[in-house]
């Protein structure tokens, strides 16, 4: 079945300790990205990697980094969390050709950071 | 910078009747991609219905359709024979071919619309 994974779905955290979120494909996409998604503001992206090592800032990269060193995986790390990353986030991917081709969303991380 | 409007935070409709959602953009692009997409108590991200701006006819899946209005920059969704299932959070979306740079690929969100389906 073609889709988007996220581990965890749910995570807990404390204010400055490093985390990791992971996002996996199976569809062959070039193109993934981070968005986080708040009431009020809807989806925005973090950072989107066009190929494997080809990485770039969204609109709000503050506080985050990524990664791209296989085409299937593109893990979202928050190196000292802070509250305002409390948030939903999701992975997404697509072929290079998008937006002629739609995007898979993964099924959202829900993180709270105390 | 492209920006999507939804104003309407809430809508509610009874059980198989017809609701609109809002939704305006602002670009200078002359070609770009429209979407509305579906998000259930559940989270998932659903697409529930794309438009391309080069195309007049107004794109509808089943029960759900569009008013694009290119001049007006208006992108409204249609929800016909409302059902319980269709309660949902709307986004409204866009996203740009020619967008180079950090916009590429990049989905631009509205603020969502919260609709109820009342049965």
């Known amino acids: 079945e073609a889709q988007v994974t996220q581990n965890p779905r749910y995570l807990i955290t404390v204010t400055g300790k490093k985390l990791t979120v992971t996002c996996s494909q199976n569809?062959?996409?070039?193109?993934m990205s981070w968005y986080r998604q708040d009431p009020g503001l809807g989806l925005r992206q973090i950072y989107y990697?066009?190929?494997?090592?080809?990485?770039d800032k969204g609109d709000v990269p503050e506080g985050y980094k990524v990664s791209r060193k296989e085409k299937r995986n593109f893990p979202l790390i928050l190196e000292s969390p802070s509250p305002n990353q409390t948030s939903l986030y999701f992975c997404?991917?697509?072929?290079?050709?998008?937006?002629?081709?739609?995007?898979?969303f993964g099924p959202g991380t829900r993180l709270t950071v105390t | 910078a492209q920006t999507v409007t939804q104003s309407q935070p809430e809508m509610s409709v009874q059980e198989a009747e017809t609701v609109t959602l809002s939704c305006t953009y602002d670009?200078?692009?002359?070609?770009?991609?429209l979407f509305w997409y579906k998000q259930p108590p559940s989270r998932q991200m659903i697409l529930v219905i794309r438009?391309?701006?080069?195309?007049?006819q107004n794109a509808t899946e089943n029960r759900f359709s569009v008013n694009f209005q290119k001049a007006a920059k208006s992108f409204s969704l249609k929800i016909s024979d409302s059902q319980l299932g269709d309660t949902a959070m709307y986004f409204c979306?866009?996203?740009?071919?020619?967008?180079?740079?950090?916009?590429?690929?990049?989905?631009?969100f509205g603020q969502g619309t919260i609709l109820t389906v009342h049965p």
């Open positions: 997404a991917s697509s072929f290079r050709t998008a937006p002629r081709n739609e995007q898979y």
């Open positions: 569809m062959n996409h070039e193109y």
């Open positions: 990697s066009m190929n494997v090592e080809v990485t």
């Open positions: 670009t200078s692009e002359n070609n770009y991609y």
């Open positions: 438009q391309e701006a080069y195309k007049q």
């Open positions: 979306a866009f996203t740009s071919p020619n967008a180079g740079g950090t916009s590429y690929g990049k989905l631009t």
